[in-house]
T-cell receptor, first 111, second 113 residues
Framework: RKEVEQDPGPFNVPEGATVAFNCTYSNSASQSFFWYRQDCRKEPKLLMSVYSSGNEDGRFTAQLNRASQYISLLIRDSKLSDSATYLCVVFSYSSASKIIFGSGTRLSIRP | DTAVSQTPKYLVTQMGNDKSIKCEQNLGHDTMYWYKQDSKKFLKIMFSYNNKELIINETVPNRFSPKSPDKAHLNLHINSLELGDSAVYFC????????????FGPGTRLLVL
């Protein structure tokens, strides 16, 4: 099993739709979680951190489920500009710090 | 002002050559990273330095050697380049390497012929 797994997609949804994707992680000692966004041929940029209680930033909602070891990202009222690859990132700070990026979920919003 | 910059942006070279990629951050961060993103877009950490000290060193060939002359710079030197080294290499920085956001450079596209 991969340490961090994401559905690669692509998710192809119409503008205005709600879309959600999950990211599962295998290390129960993982401590910090993030969603990054990467546009084609660009660098990854932070979208949002993921907190234990869940958090919202405008149209974006992130959730963490420690019991089932996954994080999720929900995008409401999707815009054309949301088309990108979404990467989940998992940090572990045990004896050997580890930073693991998921392989990304590709999202395409159609008019 | 660019927060994290990398040079060169593109690098095309022959197998067997030695090349370096430079990275600089002007954010005052303590931690810097090198990542490799292969053709399948999988982004994998290679190294991390905190205040010029190596803190993450993933399993990469020892042909790859990071050098941090000061905490604002983390360069990557690659010896005896191989075809499989072709990828996009991203430098990143963060305040302390734990919970903080990582800021990525624009990437260096390396093609080994």
């Amino acid at each position: 099993r991969k340490e961090v797994e994401q559905d690669p997609g692509p998710f192809n949804v119409p503008e205005g739709a709600t879309v959600a994707f999950n990211c599962t992680y295998s290390n129960s000692a993982s401590q910090s979680f993030f969603w990054y966004r990467q546009d084609c041929r660009k660098e990854p940029k932070l979208l949002m951190s993921v907190y234990s209680s869940g958090n919202e930033d405008g149209r974006f909602t992130a959730q963490l489920n420690r019991a089932s070891q996954y994080i999720s990202l929900l995008i409401r009222d999707s815009k054309l500009s949301d088309s990108a690859t979404y990467l989940c990132v998992v940090f572990s700070y045990s004896s050997a710090s580890k930073i693991i990026f998921g392989s990304g979920t590709r999202l395409s919003i159609r008019p | 002002d660019t927060a994290v910059s990398q040079t060169p942006k593109y690098l095309v070279t022959q197998m067997g050559n030695d090349k370096s990629i430079k990275c600089e951050q002007n954010l005052g961060h303590d931690t810097m990273y090198w990542y490799k993103q292969d053709s399948k877009k999988f982004l994998k950490i290679m190294f991390s330095y905190n205040n010029k000290e190596l803190i993450i060193n993933e399993t990469v060939p020892n042909r790859f050697s990071p050098k941090s002359p000061d905490k604002a710079h983390l360069n990557l030197h690659i010896n005896s380049l191989e075809l499989g080294d072709s990828a996009v290499y991203f430098c990143a920085s963060s305040q302390d390497g734990r919970k903080e956001t990582q800021y990525f450079g624009p990437g260096t596209r390396l093609l080994v012929l």
